[in-house]
């Protein structure tokens, strides 16, 4: 095995304590200090929104959306048509709307109200 000819080396980067003291210990800090780093910022994904009920249902809309053709596919910057998807997205919605009736506040009943109205006119132009 030793004269085979070897097409990659592998390199071990993984740091290590230099003075043998417990790597848990040490780690913690390290990690903490590395994720707050200044030089490091601009490598970060920029912050999530929170998640909630509106946050998900504004997903589900763009998903829709993005199924009826109404907007461009973030990885291609096409604009392409998948009416079964989008219907299957606009059916979860409704269910969403029917399982949630008497648990939501006034603010997400009128979202998921009003994006179900937009997105099933858009599918029967769309389908039409």
Do not use: C, W
Not at 45 to 54: A, G, H, K, R
Not at 106 to 124: A, T
């Amino acid at each position: 095995m030793s004269d085979e000819k070897k097409d990659f080396e592998v390199k071990d980067r993984r740091a290590f304590p230099q003075d043998g003291q417990n790597t848990e210990a040490k780690d913690a800090p390290a990690a903490e200090a590395a994720e707050g780093s200044p030089a490091d910022e601009s490598d970060q994904d920029p912050p999530m929104p929170e998640i909630n009920l509106s946050t998900f249902v504004i997903s589900l809309n763009a998903s829709a959306l993005l199924h009826l053709g109404a907007i461009e596919d973030p990885t291609t910057g096409k604009k392409g048509k998948n009416l079964p998807m989008a219907k299957q997205t606009i059916d979860i919605l409704s269910m969403l709307k029917e399982k949630t009736a008497g648990n939501l506040s006034n603010d997400e009943e009128n979202l998921l109200k009003s994006i179900l109205y937009d997105l099933k006119m858009i599918y029967v132009k769309e389908k039409g």
